[in-house]
Each structure stands twice: as structure tokens, then as C-alpha cells.
């Protein structure tokens, strides 16, 4: 098993250009996450997915979409991409909710940089 | 939410060193609690967990007891080595239906030879 994959592992992009982050996992989980990594600040939840056709905000939606099509994928959408969102993004994945017993499983990461 | 604080780093140590990573969180009743460890250019992995009260979680010689008393779920390894050179994150469940994980700042260790 492949596990939690991303696509791509790095971009650069200048302000206002729009890109799509892919994960992808391979283990049937029902709930996938995407977080942003920043110096200092931990992960912070972007936004949040509980099945297929499912989607909800996290902490720091603000300038990012999201879309679960299929069960296996996590779609992750800048329309317009500012330099505030340079960061490291992690895309992760449980069976059931997080919370309480289940493990996140998280990908190898993308390092975007917004000039 | 639930939260988690963890001692900032960064750390370092000398091989064979003893390592404490501080951290305490505040909860709705008693979430499991989890280690996380990244390890350079690489994505998070479970390090160790606990799921309830008392429980003591342990992996790779390091090991962490969930304390309620002191809300409390330090990491501690005996004796480091300078592959265990990582940042570790100590996170709780969010709470409520989220299932989203909270994490800690993350502590970067260092290991000298």
C-alpha cells in the first residue's frame, strides 16, 4: 500500500495563479484532512472531509477550496494565491474521526511558495 | 476545542542523553493523546498514543503516560540517539465532530555524536 500520497512535493507559483493540490490514499478511510505547516505555528486544519461528497471548514479556510469526489481523493484548491500562503501542506487520513482511538496518517507533504 | 501545549525547542542533546519533551493539555473530559515525530523532508507519523487515563504509550524506547491528575503526557527516551534528530508534536483530538487533530508547536531535538 501506498498509504497517503501528495502531488505535487513542490510549487512555486506567483501571486494570483490558482493550483490544485491532490492527495490520494489508498487504505478506505472515510475522513481525510488538509493542514498547513507554518514555522512556529504547528498544523493548523484548512478544511475537512467525514465521506465522499462531503466537505467543511477547519481552523484557516479563508482563500482555499476543497473537493471530495471520490472517496480516495482530496482535492485542495488556490484560486487566487497570495504570498500568506506559502507554507508546507499536509494532507492526512483516519478511519473514523480522529478523535479519541483512531490514527492520522499523514502524506510526505507540499512545499508551495507564493512569490 | 480541546488544546495542547508542548515545551518549545529547540533541543539538544548529547548521544546517549535522557529527553523530556514537556506537554499538558486542556480537555473535555480525557481525549487520547498522541505523539507525532518528523522526521527531516518527511510527513508526520504516529510515534505513540494513549487512549485513556493512566495508560502509558510507548515506541522505538520512548514512551509517554497519560496523567490526569496533571493533564499532563510528557515524552521521555532513556538514552538518544542522533537517528531520533526529528521535530515532535504532541496533539489531542479537537473534540466535537471535527475529528481533526490539535497539535502542539512542535519540539525540534537535535543529537549531537
Known amino acids: 500500500n501506498a498509504g497517503v500520497t501528495q502531488t505535487p512535493k513542490f510549487r512555486v507559483l506567483k501571486t494570483g495563479q490558482s493550483m490544485t493540490l491532490l492527495c490520494a490514499q489508498d487504505?478506505?478511510?472515510?475522513?481525510m484532512y488538509w493542514y498547513r505547516q507554518d514555522p512556529g505555528m504547528g498544523l493548523r486544519l484548512i478544511h475537512y472531509?467525514?465521506?465522499?461528497?462531503?466537505?467543511a471548514k477547519g481552523e484557516v479556510p479563508d482563500g482555499y477550496n476543497v473537493s471530495r469526489l471520490k472517496k480516495q481523493n482530496f482535492l485542495l484548491g488556490l484560486e487566487s494565491a497570495a504570498p500568506s500562503q506559502t507554507s508546507v501542506y499536509f494532507c492526512?487520513?483516519?478511519?473514523?474521526?480522529?478523535?479519541?482511538?483512531?490514527?492520522?496518517?499523514f502524506g510526505p507533504g507540499t512545499r508551495l511558495t507564493v512569490l | 476545542g480541546n488544546s495542547v501545549t508542548q515545551m518549545e525547542g529547540p533541543v539538544t542533546l548529547s548521544e546517549e542523553a535522557f529527553l523530556t519533551i514537556n506537554c499538558t493539555y486542556t480537555?473535555?473530559?480525557?481525549?487520547?493523546l498522541f505523539w507525532y515525530v518528523q522526521y527531516p523532508g518527511e510527513g508526520l507519523q504516529l510515534l505513540l498514543k494513549?487512549?485513556?487515563?493512566?495508560d502509558k504509550g510507548s515506541n522505538k524506547g520512548f514512551e509517554a503516560t497519560y496523567r490526569k491528575e496533571t493533564t499532563s503526557f510528557h515524552l521521555e527516551k532513556g538514552s538518544v540517539q542522533v537517528s531520533d534528530s526529528a521535530v515532535y508534536f504532541c496533539?489531542?483530538?479537537?473534540?466535537?465532530?471535527?475529528?481533526?487533530?490539535?497539535f502542539g508547536k512542535g519540539t525540534k531535538l537535535s543529537v549531537k555524536p
Open positions: 492526512a487520513s483516519s478511519m473514523r474521526r480522529g478523535a479519541f482511538t483512531d490514527t492520522q496518517y
Open positions: 487504505m478506505n478511510h472515510e475522513y
Open positions: 472531509s467525514v465521506g465522499e461528497g462531503t466537505t
Open positions: 480537555a473535555t473530559g480525557y481525549p487520547s
Open positions: 494513549a487512549t485513556k487515563a493512566d
Open positions: 496533539a489531542s483530538p479537537y473534540g466535537g465532530s471535527q475529528g481533526n487533530l490539535i
